[in-house]
């Protein structure tokens, strides 16, 4: 798909790009927030092509297979095989197939939903956090502003090891953002 079908389809559906991208796009890991609709992979992926941000996201790898393995795979979907590996026989955890990810690529943006599902949650998944930390990569806060019809990174926090202050910072940037569905996005209530 080219930058120009993918800016098209955006325009197309009312939405426009915050031009302000930050440099550590490149490389890191992608908070995708509000998450409250089936619409969000769509808008995010298409503004992030337009972007140019080598956008990956994780999923499991039962679904690389034939006849969705392709579509998802162009879209950016990375299958993970949690099975247990050889030489340990130890199952790795996500955090740590994302972690090893960030270090093996110099140009990745993994995208995360740190809510997980696109109904309510007050508690957010952190791995995405201990992902970057372990990588000594930074946290991008990408965001669709459905109120606005716009869609952009918001600035890079890099992680300090201090979770508490850096997810004050994290949810301070999403607390004005607006999901398809606000009344489904909830903080993370541990960090307000």
Not at 80 to 98: H, K, L
Request: proline share 6%; net charge positive; glycine share 8%.
């Amino acid at each position: 798909m080219g930058k120009r079908l993918a800016n098209f389809l955006l325009r197309l559906s009312g939405w426009t790009m915050n031009p302000n991208i930050p440099e550590e796009v490149q490389h890191c890991v992608i908070i995708a927030a509000p998450h409250t609709s089936n619409w969000d992979i769509y808008f995010a992926r298409l503004g992030f092509y337009v972007m140019n941000v080598p956008l990956k996201f994780t999923i499991k790898q039962e679904w690389m297979r034939f006849p969705l393995g392709p579509v998802i795979r162009f879209f950016g979907g990375l299958g993970i095989d949690r099975r247990p590996r050889e030489a340990t026989g130890e199952r790795p955890s996500y955090t740590q197939i994302m972690t090893e990810l960030l270090q093996q690529n110099d140009r990745i943006a993994i995208m995360v939903t740190p809510e997980g599902t696109r109904s309510k949650r007050t508690r957010w998944r952190t791995g995405f956090y201990y992902a970057a930390l372990n990588a000594g990569a930074p946290i991008c806060l990408g965001y669709l502003d459905y109120k606005k019809k716009e869609a952009g990174v918001g600035g890079a926090v890099y992680p300090t090891g201090d979770i508490e202050t850096d997810m004050k910072k994290i949810l301070d940037f999403y607390r004005h953002i607006n999901g398809k569905y606000p009344e489904q996005f909830a903080l993370d209530e541990r960090y307000e």
